[in-house]
């Protein structure tokens, strides 16, 4: 994310876990999967992990899913990013621009999430994966490239929901498929391409499972889907400890809006489904109703690294996949670099321009 026009929402869990040790807070450790202690680097197990589970749709309002009234909203006076954190807690630096100033302003309301994908690796492993993705961009300064440092990244999970939903839909329509013909003679004589036109109707069944939609606007839509896909089959009931050393995204698109969103992707995805069926060169209509029954969702939070980098005056994000490394982000260009680029492609081109004169 470049610039600071979007506002985001940021949770940092402050659920503190102290150390039995020495007393200071711990944090979890993606690549011992272990809560450490930093100071005196005691570590101590996870334990009672399970697989997250569906949840009935019918349930989403249930009382039991809310945040408390204790949580509050904070906002960074730098970017916009918009910080969660419970009663009584200071505000962390923003994770999108690495400001530290944030001031309150509202109580926090919504669901709270019930699955999540722990991070598969640590800081610094995700500092050198972007520092070999942007050293491989020609075009970007050398001088960015040295501020991409380790303290300049932080881990945050990203908000989404996933729906499950079996499906049975109604259809009915006009499809059309080309033939040729051969018309006049002598000189006249040349082919049509015609259409014979037929009505279908019938039914179909669908199973959808996980159906994601990112309900976050900390992170554009574009760039996490080049940092996708994410295993959410396989995610983790959610337990605060995955959290410790972390933040999390609060969603800015609500279960019901969401819900329309998925309904309208399945609906799109029936839509080809059944045209592919019937192998049509033409669709004149086609009307499809669909019931969805046993819908059930997640709301999991997903892990990210993002790096801040404020360069000439602008900011410059790079998001990292915290489960497979994936790397994605806006950079500066050099206008020297593409001038010199420039300058090779059209002496290439004189050059072959030349080769081929001699040859003729």
């Known amino acids: 994310m470049s610039g600071n026009s979007e506002k985001t929402e940021t949770i940092v869990d402050s659920e503190n876990i102290k150390c039995p040790g020495c007393g200071n807070n711990l944090k979890f450790d993606p690549l011992t999967k272990k809560l450490v202690c930093e100071y005196c680097m005691n570590q101590i197990a996870i334990d009672n992990i399970s697989n997250a589970e569906e949840l009935d749709f019918l349930s989403a309002a249930s009382g039991n899913m809310q945040y408390d009234k204790k949580t509050k909203v904070f906002t960074c006076d730098n970017c916009g990013a918009r910080v969660v954190l419970d009663e009584g807690e200071t505000a962390a630096k923003c994770a999108f621009c690495g400001s530290s100033h944030v001031i309150c302003l509202e109580d ?146 609500d279960i019901n809006e969401s819900w329309a969103e998925a309904k309208k992707r399945m609906t799109d995805i029936i839509y080809k489904d059944i045209i592919s069926n019937y192998h049509a060169d033409v669709v004149d209509y086609l009307n499809v109703n669909t019931n969805h029954r046993g819908v059930r969702y997640k709301y999991v939070l997903l892990p990210v690294y993002v790096g801040a980098f404020n360069y000439k005056k602008k900011l410059y994000n790079i998001y990292v996949n915290g489960e497979t490394g994936k790397v994605t982000g806006k950079l500066p260009k050099s206008p020297i670099r593409i001038a010199i680029a420039a300058l090779l492609g059209v002496a290439l081109f004189i050059l072959l321009l030349l080769i081929l004169g001699v040859f003729q």
């Open 108 to 253: 926090l309301n919504g669901i709270k999430p019930n699955a999540l994908i722990p991070f598969k690796f640590d800081k610094y492993n995700a500092s050198q994966v972007y520092k070999n993705w942007a050293k491989k961009k020609i075009f970007c300064p050398t001088e960015f490239k040295k501020k991409l440092k380790l303290d300049t990244i932080n881990g945050t999970y990203a908000p989404c929901w996933t729906f499950d939903s079996n499906t049975f839909s109604t259809y009915n329509g006009r499809f059309g498929e080309h033939y040729t013909v051969t018309v006049g003679s002598g000189k006249n004589r040349h082919t049509v391409v015609k259409t014979r036109w037929y009505n279908v109707s019938g039914t179909y069944n669908k199973l959808f499972d996980d159906i994601l939609i990112i309900c976050g606007s900390d992170i554009p839509q574009k760039s996490f889907e080049k940092i996708s896909p994410y295993s959410t089959n396989v995610s983790v009931k959610y337990d605060h400890r995955f959290l410790l050393g972390f933040s999390a995204s609060h969603y800015k698109k």
